[in-house]
């Protein structure tokens, strides 16, 4: 079992840049493949970015690829989000998550992720 915690949340003009931050607890950090999820008023909770146990391998949603980039600093236990340009259409909660699935090609699904973080505001204003 893993615990998370999201910082780095809040308020952002259009254009303007946020880093989020995740940091686990618990067990072994580096165990676990790590996604950013994100859910907006009314609607699903969507995937936004994940990365492999020693960060190799990354994926992006469509819809932040060029502008988001995740890591992730397994000494700090710790998963980073990087948001640069950012939109008001990426206002929403943004989630940490850990699996320990072994499939790559599960990585953007929602219901493959064990554990999840309380998750943390942004607001994009236009």
């Known amino acids: 079992q893993v615990q998370l915690v999201e910082s780095g949340g809040g308020l952002v003009q259009a254009g303007g840049s946020l880093r989020l931050s995740c940091a686990a607890s618990g067990r072994t950090f580096s165990s676990y493949a790590m996604g950013w999820f994100r859910q907006a008023p009314g609607k699903e909770r969507e995937f936004v970015a994940a990365i492999s146990r020693s960060g190799f391998s990354t994926y992006y949603a469509d819809s932040v690829k060029g502008r988001f980039t995740i890591s992730r600093d397994n000494a700090k236990n710790t998963l980073y989000l990087q948001m640069n340009s950012l939109k008001p259409e990426d206002t929403a909660v943004y989630y940490c998550?850990?699996?320990?699935?072994?499939?790559?090609?599960?990585?953007?699904?929602?219901?493959?992720?064990?554990?999840w973080g309380q998750g943390t505001q942004v607001t994009v204003s236009s």
């Open positions: 998550a850990a699996r320990i699935g072994l499939y790559s090609t599960q990585a953007m699904g929602v219901t493959a992720y064990d554990y």
